[in-house]
Nanobody, 118 residues
Framework: QVQLVESGGGLVQPGGSLRLSCAAS????????MGWYRQAPGKQRELVAV???????NYADSARGRFTISADNAKNTLYLQMNSLKPEDTAVYYC????????????WGQGTQVTVSS
């Protein structure tokens, strides 16, 4: 099993920045995929960005150019640097781990609230 703990959320003004962190522990397979998802009130959870063990990244259109996903594999920590934040970025942000070779091997963090408001 893998455990994920997010941190770094909070209240920020439009145009501001936040950095989210996700500490992973447990039975992490080498060729895993990790990502950030978010869920706004009344909306479905949506992908923000993913990163593969080799460093390949993918971003949602809403995040591309403003957000940067990165990972420190030695520390088993995932990051999301969010710049130029907008009110529509307000959501609970979740860290996700998955094993692309085993559909039963995945985990979600508890979520961290990001609120963008003046």
């Amino acid at each position: 099993q893998v455990q994920l703990v997010e941190s770094g959320g909070g209240l920020v003004q439009p145009g501001g920045s936040l950095r989210l962190s996700c500490a992973a522990s447990g039975s992490i397979v080498r060729n895993h995929v990790m990502g950030w998802y978010r869920q706004a009130p009344g909306k479905q959870r949506e992908l923000v960005a993913v990163i593969r063990i080799g460093g390949t990244t993918n971003y949602a259109d809403s995040a591309r150019g403003r957000f940067t996903i990165s990972a420190d594999n030695a520390k088993n920590t995932l990051y999301l640097q969010m710049n130029s934040l907008k009110p529509e970025d307000t959501a609970v942000y979740y860290c996700n781990y998955r094993n692309p070779y085993n559909a039963d091997d995945f985990a979600w963090g508890q979520g961290t609230q990001v609120t963008v408001s003046s």
